[in-house]
């Protein structure tokens, strides 16, 4: 028997990839528009509305695309659709698939910010949009005044899979300790601090142990596998915080704390900026709390875009104008 050559060895991989492309090449990008359109709106009038097509139209797109995953897709119930467990799934990724194809088509052969009208898209809290927002719209107006700037909230489930979400958006902001194995550049160092109630006479200069541990507490991102930084920190030297109130809001928590007995915990950056009439004051926690380290995250494939180079440029000077 001969011996099996390299390209022998290689034909059922070369099977798979030219199968890939064939499927590829006979994909309707449409059916991923209407798909979107389906999902998002959960029903076909209000996507075809959305479409500016006919509900018979979008109706066949929906009948191919049930053909194509072998699912309903959307299951009506009286007179609602419901989304099946399969488009629950496909809801985000087909955003996210959607965007990217959005930003391929938009890219311009020379990248002139002064010209360009690109859309960039970031995911961050309210707290890095406190922080760096404004500075940031300011330089774009300045220098890319055809550009839009759109800020997405996080959440724990865009922060769980930034990979993937990072392949329809242009940056992540978080600190450190949530995303790995992406490229990232620091934006700037803040400190954690506790807020209590203004009214307080209970608490002085510096929470005690004893307060850490009987308090209630405002908390944000509170779940398995949702945290910040510093409510890990509280964990690991033995304090399980009371909460009483959790919210995925910095900038809800002064709010939240004011006139009560709760302590939360906020930025220092940003409790410095909050007005006299916020009705809270920061304390020290009698634990280090860490620092926090907020840094911009992107997907590999754009390391060397010019569109891309030039907004982490815009966001390095907003940070370093918002730290001087």
Not at 143 to 169: W, Y
């Amino acid at each position: 028997m001969p011996p099996i050559s390299r390209a022998d060895a290689d034909l059922p991989d070369r099977a798979q990839r030219v199968r890939r492309v064939t499927q590829l090449a006979n994909l309707d990008l449409n059916l991923l528009v209407a798909l979107d359109a389906l999902l998002q709106n959960q029903g076909v009038t209000k996507a075809a509305v959305q479409m500016g097509l006919s509900q018979p139209a979008l109706s066949a797109s929906l009948a191919r695309l049930r053909r194509h995953f072998d699912d309903p897709l959307l299951s009506r119930r009286g007179n609602e659709y419901f989304l099946t467990p399969l488009a629950l799934q496909l809801r985000e990724r087909t955003r996210t698939v959607l965007a990217g194809v959005e930003r391929v088509f938009a890219a311009e052969p020379v990248f002139d910010p002064a010209t360009s009208s690109r859309e960039v898209s970031v995911v961050a809290s309210d707290y890095s949009v406190a922080m760096l927002g404004a500075r940031v719209a300011e330089i774009l107006h300045r220098e890319a005044p055809g550009m839009r700037l759109r800020f997405a909230a996080n959440t724990p489930s865009i922060v769980d899979d930034a990979a993937h979400a990072l392949l329809g958006t242009d940056l992540i902001l978080l600190p450190h300790g949530f995303i790995t194995d992406m490229p990232h550049a620091d934006l700037h160092e803040d400190r954690w601090t506790c807020l209590v109630a203004e009214t307080s006479t209970e608490v002085g200069d510096e929470l005690t142990h004893e307060q850490l541990r009987t308090m209630p507490w405002v908390m944000t991102f509170h779940s398995p596998t949702a945290s910040t930084p510093a409510a890990r920190r509280l964990r690991m030297a033995g304090f399980e915080p009371r909460i009483e109130v959790v919210t995925e809001h910095f900038l809800t928590i002064p709010a939240l704390v004011a006139g009560s007995s709760r302590v939360g915990l906020f930025q220092e950056r940003l409790a410095r900026a909050l007005p006299a009439a916020a009705g809270v004051r920061a304390v020290r926690a009698p634990v280090d709390l860490g620092t926090l380290v907020e840094a911009m995250w992107w997907h590999p494939a754009n390391d060397r875009d010019p569109e891309h180079e030039y907004v982490r440029d815009v966001f390095r000077r907003a940070a370093q104008e918002s730290s001087g």
